[in-house]
């Protein structure tokens, strides 16, 4: 396709699409592997992987077969109705994890909004009336739904919506007195990134989950680790919070899990699901026999010692290539698996726009950081020439 075609698609979107994002001046139509193709046939190494979603690379073999046969099949089933991947899916979650129970949606916000409901319901059942309170760290992000949002820290996005969720306390991350102080006998439930993602990826201590687990069980409050971001082997291990020896009451997931496909799911503990009854929470589309067929690949792929080790190697290949190149603009790097955040002594915003015309995405976390979030299955030859890339955009050498 051509320039004009482009513009036209571009103008369309302008015209039409409510502008909640502000979206790169090109038209993405392919993809494959680690690779994303627009209309006029450029090729990009894609790092942002749709935001931590293409965790097997664009249109895995594996997860596209198990898409159409199941789109052959039966492609919608509501949740009045018994249906095989559902079933097969909240098995092996439970079996992969803490989890006893799985309730699916289809988004990250939705499984948030959920785990807050759930927690709700929970303290209210057990304890009666007033013990609501939700605690929430500093910098974190949920999801931008009221609830999602109530528990997210950032001023901006909350301002023009309040009033939000009542009794949301937030607090500094990692700040070990600060949590003892905040998770009282009012405290209903804790909501937790293992590490940040939006925020900027930075990391929960160990020690300081280790209090945020001790200070729930002493007062009868939920541990919720929001795992949408790290969860599916980003960080190295199944889940993020498995690098610790905590574990949650509740844990969210999204983004990796539907292949592609919009799929939420909100894992709990038997001791939270015997709080629930039919009618306390619903999806239509949920759980739906589509996103669990491609979630059931993604996640017997991702669960794999060979991935989880292949992640780790090619976490460290790319962090020591990075350092190498010894940036003067380069502050920090923090590499936890394949979630990297490479913090700047400037804005990190022009370097996400511009990189397109190197022939590489990425994303930024906050205002200083590039983050960098490829398919799990990179290759060390695509991070090689992820790198060639990379210095020549961040030197200004003309693409
Ligand atoms: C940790 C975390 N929680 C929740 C969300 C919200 O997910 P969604 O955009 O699917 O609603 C995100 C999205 O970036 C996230 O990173």
């Not at 799985?102 to 759930?118: R, T």
């Not at 001791?271 to 059931?296: N, R, W, Y």
């Not at 590039?370 to 398919?375: G, V």
């Given at each position: 396709?051509?320039?004009?075609?482009?513009?036209e698609?571009?103008?369309?979107?302008?015209?039409f699409?409510?502008?909640t994002?502000?979206?790169?001046?090109?038209v993405?139509?392919?993809?494959?592997?680690?690779?994303?193709?627009d209309?006029?046939?450029?090729?990009?190494?894609?790092?942002?992987?749709?935001?931590?979603?293409?965790?097997l690379?664009?249109?895995?073999?594996?997860?596209?077969?198990?898409?159409?046969?199941?789109?052959?099949?039966?492609?919608?089933?509501?949740?009045?109705?018994?249906?095989e991947?559902?079933?097969?899916?909240?098995?092996?979650?439970?079996?992969?994890?803490?989890?006893?129970?799985?309730?699916?949606?289809?988004?990250?916000?939705?499984?948030?909004?959920?785990?807050?409901?759930?927690?709700?319901?929970?303290?209210?059942?057990?304890?009666g009336?007033?013990?609501?309170?939700?605690?929430?760290?500093?910098?974190?992000?949920?999801?931008?739904?009221?609830?999602?949002l109530?528990v997210?820290?950032?001023?901006?996005?909350?301002?023009?919506?309040r009033?939000?969720?009542?009794?949301?306390?937030?607090?500094?991350?990692?700040?070990?007195?600060?949590?003892?102080?905040?998770?009282?006998?009012?405290?209903?439930a804790?909501?937790?990134?293992?590490?940040?993602?939006?925020?900027g990826?930075?990391?929960?201590?160990e020690?300081?989950?280790l209090?945020?687990?001790?200070?729930?069980?002493?007062?009868?409050?939920?541990?919720?680790?929001?795992?949408?971001?790290?969860?599916?082997g980003?960080?190295?291990?199944?889940w993020?919070?498995?690098?610790?020896?905590?574990?949650?009451?509740?844990?969210?997931?999204?983004?990796?899990?539907g292949?592609?496909?919009?799929?939420?799911?909100?894992?709990m503990?038997?001791?939270?699901?015997?709080?629930?009854?039919?009618?306390?929470?619903?999806?239509?589309?949920?759980?739906?026999?589509?996103?669990?067929?491609?979630?059931?690949?993604?996640?017997?792929?991702t669960?794999?010692?060979?991935?989880?080790?292949?992640?780790?190697?090619?976490?460290a290949?790319?962090?020591?290539?990075i350092?190498a190149?010894?940036?003067?603009?380069?502050v920090?790097?923090?590499?936890?698996?394949?979630?990297?955040?490479?913090?700047?002594?400037?804005k990190?915003?022009?370097?996400?726009?511009?990189?397109?015309?190197?022939?590489?995405?990425?994303?930024?976390?906050?205002?200083?950081?590039?983050?960098?979030?490829p398919?799990?299955?990179?290759?060390?030859?695509?991070?090689d020439?992820?790198i060639?890339a990379?210095?020549?955009?961040?030197?200004?050498?003309?693409?």
């Amino acid at each position: 396709m051509d320039k004009n075609n482009t513009q036209e698609i571009i103008q369309k979107e302008k015209d039409f699409v409510l502008p909640t994002y502000t979206r790169l001046p090109f038209v993405l139509t392919s993809g494959k592997g680690s690779y994303v193709y627009d209309n006029e046939g450029n090729q990009y190494l894609d790092f942002g992987a749709g935001i931590a979603v293409s965790a097997l690379g664009h249109c895995d073999d594996e997860v596209v077969n198990a898409i159409q046969q199941q789109a052959h099949t039966l492609s919608h089933v509501c949740n009045l109705y018994h249906s095989e991947p559902h079933a097969h899916l909240a098995e092996k979650l439970c079996q992969h994890s803490f989890a006893d129970k799985v309730f699916f949606s289809n988004s990250g916000a939705e499984a948030v909004e959920a785990a807050l409901k759930f927690a709700r319901k929970y303290a209210h059942t057990k304890y009666g009336e007033g013990k609501t309170r939700l605690v929430a760290f500093s910098n974190g992000f949920h999801g931008r739904t009221f609830g999602a949002l109530s528990v997210t820290d950032r001023e901006k996005y909350q301002a023009p919506f309040r009033p939000l969720v009542p009794d949301v306390e937030i607090i500094p991350l990692n700040d070990i007195e600060a949590a003892r102080t905040a998770i009282d006998d009012n405290t209903c439930a804790v909501i937790v990134e293992a590490v940040q993602g939006e925020g900027g990826i930075f990391p929960a201590s160990e020690e300081f989950l280790l209090t945020l687990r001790a200070s729930c069980t002493r007062h009868g409050a939920l541990l919720i680790m929001d795992e949408i971001q790290t969860g599916f082997g980003r960080t190295g291990k199944l889940w993020a919070h498995q690098h610790t020896s905590v574990q949650p009451d509740i844990m969210t997931l999204a983004k990796a899990l539907g292949g592609g496909l919009p799929m939420g799911a909100t894992l709990m503990t038997d001791a939270v699901a015997a709080c629930i009854e039919v009618g306390d929470h619903g999806s239509t589309f949920g759980g739906g026999p589509v996103a669990a067929a491609a979630a059931l690949v993604v996640l017997e792929r991702t669960q794999r010692q060979d991935m989880l080790d292949h992640v780790l190697e090619m976490s460290a290949y790319l962090t020591s290539e990075i350092t190498a190149l010894q940036l003067p603009q380069v502050v920090a790097i923090r590499s936890h698996g394949l979630m990297i955040g490479i913090e700047l002594d400037c804005k990190a915003k022009p370097f996400y726009e511009t990189a397109h015309h190197y022939g590489i995405l990425l994303l930024t976390a906050g205002p200083n950081v590039i983050r960098l979030l490829p398919p799990l299955t990179i290759t060390k030859v695509e991070i090689d020439q992820f790198i060639q890339a990379f210095v020549r955009m961040i030197s200004g050498v003309k693409p």
